[in-house]
T-cell receptor
Framework: NAGVTQTPKFQVLKTGQSMTLQCAQD?????MSWYRQDPGMGLRLIHY???????DQGEVPNGYNVSRSTTEDFPLRLLSAAPSQTSVYFC???????????FGEGSWLTVV | KNEVEQSPQNLTAQEGEFITINCSYS?????LHWLQQHPGGGIVSLFM???GKKKHGRLIATINIQEKHSSLHITASHPRDSAVYIC???????????????FGGGTRVLVKP
């Protein structure tokens, strides 16, 4: 099993560009989520999903879109990148709430 | 007031020493997670607790639900244990809301050889 796979690992974007961070898991987990980690801010929830076709906003959803067309994939789209979105992004998955959570290796995004 | 507090914020130990990190919380939880993050690295889940005690190698995690307190112990610490350790909660109120976590501020551990 690969676990939770995130791509790309590193990306530099220009302000206004759009891009998609990919997240895939092969553990048949229902729950998936995206977090961002900023220095001094800790991890903050962007969007989450409790199953295919179901998504909801987290703490800091503005500027991001998600979809969950399959159980395996949960892509995060940056619609028009801003320097404030420079961060490290982590995708996570679990069977259900309150179970062990598996994180991807992170995606380092810089917006210039 | 933060719902979850970790202490200490920073900790330096000599190789071989016993390390304890504490996590106190003020809300009802369905689970408490201990996470490890090496510098510049990903996040690994060490333990998920809802009661009692768990052990994995040199790591021990305990939780006291009545006192709303958890500890992570590292026995015979080693320089490779140097990392940030994060306490995170699955709140009881979030049970239907995916794997939403509430995070502590993290404890930065440095183990010197």
């Amino acid at each position: 099993n690969a676990g939770v796979t995130q791509t790309p690992k590193f990306q530099v974007l220009k302000t206004g560009q759009s891009m998609t961070l990919q997240c895939a898991q092969d553990m048949n987990h229902e729950y998936m989520s995206w977090y961002r980690q900023d220095p001094g801010m800790g991890l903050r929830l962007i969007h989450y999903s409790v199953g295919a076709g179901i998504t909801d906003q987290g703490e800091v959803p503005n500027g991001y879109n998600v979809s969950r067309s399959t159980t395996e994939d949960f892509p995060l789209r940056l619609l028009s990148a801003a320097p404030s979105q420079t961060s490290v992004y982590f995708c996570a998955s679990s069977w259900t709430s309150g179970n062990t959570i598996y994180f991807g290796e992170g995606s380092w995004l810089t917006v210039v | 007031k933060n719902e979850v507090e970790q202490s200490p914020q920073n900790l330096t130990a000599q190789e071989g020493e016993f390390i304890t990190i504490n996590c106190s919380y003020s809300v009802g939880i369905s689970a408490l997670h201990w996470l490890q993050q090496h510098p510049g690295g990903g996040i690994v889940s060490l333990f998920m607790l809802s009661s009692g005690k768990k052990k994995h190698g040199r790591l021990i995690a305990t939780i006291n639900i009545q006192e709303k307190h958890s500890s992570l112990h590292i026995t015979a610490s080693h320089p490779r244990d140097s990392a940030v350790y994060i306490c995170a909660l699955t709140l009881r109120s979030h049970k239907a809301a995916g794997n939403k976590l509430t995070f502590g501020g993290g404890t930065r551990v440095l183990v010197k050889p």
